[in-house]
């Protein structure tokens, strides 16, 4: 892989985000965790005298198999699905098949370690079964998809799994999806892995954490080449407090609230002749094409307005942008300025 591929598949919305600017090209709904959050974090620093116990571990487990129907032993807590994604060379694939365009961690962690990895990009950013190798032992995919938002039927991802196959679902935006429609993380089925994420709903990314969910000896493979004591008390403490039936409810509701500004964003964006959306969009962001890409970009920083350029993910081009569904009010903004940018090209 050349530095420039790696520097391009390394892109992500953060960089896009300068300083000053009305972001729309970092996907995290709160700029800072909530309140009722903070406090739980805070009040557990107490706890950073003494290394994560065993049983501290145990009870983010079942926390996590409690909300989802699962055992403890099928749950591994990550820092972020980010350290999933960096460990998946410890299965040992022979083959990769990443879905794309998709998030590109996943990929750079493969071919960093020199696993053998075939891209299939999708037709209409539709998943089909059987445009993956058969001979893929890994199988790569996030739902909904990062760029596109689109939500793999559920049913499309299982006809993926194989004996002898591991199908990797990266969930990290699915709690923005109202009932979590189409996520796997409830199904105990031979072969699949589960990755989700707190960074997005819980405006957390600076925390690192997330947790995998599959059988226990695809779980150990994973995760075998770990330090001891991987991730921190704050982190163990975090899972427990998401997993709380009134943090579920403010999932819940704010799940539903992204489908109402998303909404609002496509109804707004479709004054704008120039510009088309991918979809159905599902996710809490919109995968946009708008003639004069790069061009356009830069004039949107112009007037203060950060998206996250679309071409450093495989199989889209310099006019693909994402944005982030933000409130009305910014949306009415983001498309303010979109209209502007294009008058004057
Ligand atoms: C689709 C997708 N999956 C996973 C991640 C990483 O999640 P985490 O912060 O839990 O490592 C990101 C971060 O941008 C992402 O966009």
């Keep these: 892989?050349?530095?420039?591929?790696?520097?391009?598949?390394?892109?992500?919305?953060?960089?896009?985000?300068?300083?000053?600017?009305?972001?729309?090209?970092?996907?995290?709904?709160?700029?800072?965790?909530?309140?009722?959050?903070?406090?739980?974090?805070?009040?557990?620093?107490?706890?950073?005298?003494?290394?994560?116990?065993?049983?501290?571990?145990?009870?983010?487990?079942?926390?996590?198999?409690?909300?989802?129907?699962?055992?403890?032993?099928?749950?591994?807590?990550?820092?972020?699905?980010?350290?999933?994604?960096?460990?998946?060379?410890?299965?040992?694939?022979?083959?990769?098949?990443?879905?794309?365009?998709?998030?590109?961690?996943?990929?750079?962690?493969?071919?960093?370690?020199?696993?053998?990895?075939?891209?299939?990009?999708?037709?209409?950013?539709?998943?089909?079964?059987?445009?993956?190798?058969?001979?893929?032992?890994?199988?790569?995919?996030?739902?909904?998809?990062?760029?596109?938002?689109?939500?793999?039927?559920?049913?499309?991802?299982?006809?993926?799994?194989?004996?002898?196959?591991?199908?990797?679902?990266?969930?990290?935006?699915?709690?923005?999806?109202?009932g979590e429609r189409e996520s796997l993380a409830g199904s105990a089925e031979p072969g699949l892995l589960v990755l989700r994420s707190l960074t997005k709903m819980w405006g957390l990314p600076g925390l690192r954490a997330g947790y995998a969910l599959g059988d226990p000896e695809l779980l150990g493979r994973l995760t075998r080449t770990r330090p001891h004591w991987p991730v921190n008390a704050l982190v163990l403490e975090a899972v427990r407090a998401c997993c709380e039936p009134a943090a579920l409810a403010e999932s819940e509701r704010a799940a539903e609230e992204f489908a109402e500004h998303r909404a609002d964003l496509l109804g707004k964006l479709a004054e704008l002749a120039e510009v088309s959306v991918a979809g159905p969009a599902e996710g809490p962001f919109l995968l946009l094409r708008a003639p004069g890409g790069e061009r356009v970009r830069r004039e949107l920083r112009e007037r203060g307005v950060a998206v996250r350029r679309g071409d450093t993910f495989p199989g889209l081009g310099p006019d693909h942008v994402r944005v982030a569904v933000r409130s009305p009010e910014q949306n009415s903004l983001l498309v303010k300025a979109f209209r502007d940018v294009l008058e004057c090209g």
Excluded: C, K
């Excluded at 970092?26 to 290394?51: C, E, F, S």
């Excluded at 032993?73 to 990550?78: F, S, T, W």
């Excluded at 990062?146 to 709690?175: K, Q, W, Y």
């Design 1 to 178: 892989m050349s530095q420039v591929d790696r520097e391009l598949l390394r892109h992500h919305g953060d960089v896009d985000a300068e300083r000053g600017l009305v972001d729309f090209a970092v996907n995290v709904r709160l700029d800072r965790p909530p309140r009722w959050l903070r406090d739980r974090l805070a009040a557990a620093l107490d706890r950073l005298g003494h290394y994560p116990s065993a049983a501290d571990d145990l009870a983010a487990r079942e926390a996590i198999a409690s909300r989802h129907g699962r055992r403890p032993d099928e749950v591994a807590v990550l820092a972020g699905a980010a350290e999933g994604f960096a460990l998946l060379p410890a299965l040992r694939p022979r083959l990769a098949a990443l879905i794309h365009p998709s998030f590109t961690e996943p990929e750079l962690a493969l071919r960093d370690a020199e696993v053998p990895v075939e891209r299939v990009v999708l037709d209409d950013h539709r998943l089909d079964a059987d445009r993956v190798p058969e001979e893929a032992d890994l199988v790569v995919l996030g739902n909904p998809t990062n760029p596109t938002s689109v939500l793999h039927p559920a049913a499309e991802i299982r006809a993926l799994l194989r004996p002898g196959r591991t199908v990797v679902v990266d969930e990290a935006f699915i709690d923005a999806v109202p």
